[in-house]
């Protein structure tokens, strides 16, 4: 797909995107056999779930239905989020990722694995794991030191945002202690 036609589609669903409350991060025309798959990745500062990539989806597929920015042939819509090892391009990402760990590709060379504490115009501030039992250190990154920039998956990482240091991953309530759950199962026997 020429850059052209990759403008031409920005220029039509950025607008709609925007105005369910949402990033339009990516587009991208694929061919897979006789088919094209367009696959349009959203986002927002506070994540897109489920009924809001539903919702910019529906959106999505009238308008192009509307249009003949797709041409005549078939093609699939598919409409989703970065993923969890997203990379870095623009400032909001990092914005978003503040308290995530991430893989840093620096201009001057070399690898730094970090966690994120605050971003500003020009730079980060990083907390760099400590290594073979030594504390960990703070560090300062000009955002122009940075050549790539990569979300890493933690499946225990520490506190997000707002503090809470919670397990992620773990589905079970997290509002209840373990004296709680305890207590729950001794009713249940009951």
Do not use: C
Not at 12 to 31: F, K, T, Y
Not at 82 to 107: C, D, I, K, N
Not at 142 to 148: P, T
Not at 151 to 165: A, K
């Amino acid at each position: 797909m020429s850059t052209t036609q990759n403008e031409r589609l920005r220029e039509l669903l950025e607008p709609l995107v925007r105005s369910q409350g949402l990033d339009l991060e990516e587009i991208a025309v694929d061919s897979v056999g006789r088919k094209r798959v367009l696959r349009v990745v959203v986002d927002s500062d506070t994540g897109a779930d489920l009924d809001a990539v539903a919702e910019v989806s529906r959106s999505l597929s009238a308008r192009l239905d509307e249009t003949d920015a797709m041409g005549q042939g078939e093609y699939t819509l598919e409409v989703g989020t970065p993923g969890a090892e997203r990379a870095l391009t623009e400032h909001r990402h990092y914005v978003r990722a503040t308290g995530r760990l991430v893989r840093f590709q620096l201009r001057e060379g070399g690898d730094l694995v970090a966690r994120i504490l605050a971003v500003d115009e020009d730079g980060l501030d990083l907390e760099v794991p400590g290594v073979k039992g030594r504390k960990a250190t703070t560090r300062r990154l000009a955002l122009a030191d940075v050549e790539k920039a990569r979300v890493q998956v933690e499946f225990n990482r520490g506190p997000d945002r707002t503090g809470n240091t919670e397990n992620i991953n773990n589905t079970n309530d997290t509002d209840k202690s373990d004296d709680e759950f305890v207590d729950m199962k001794e009713e249940e026997e009951a």
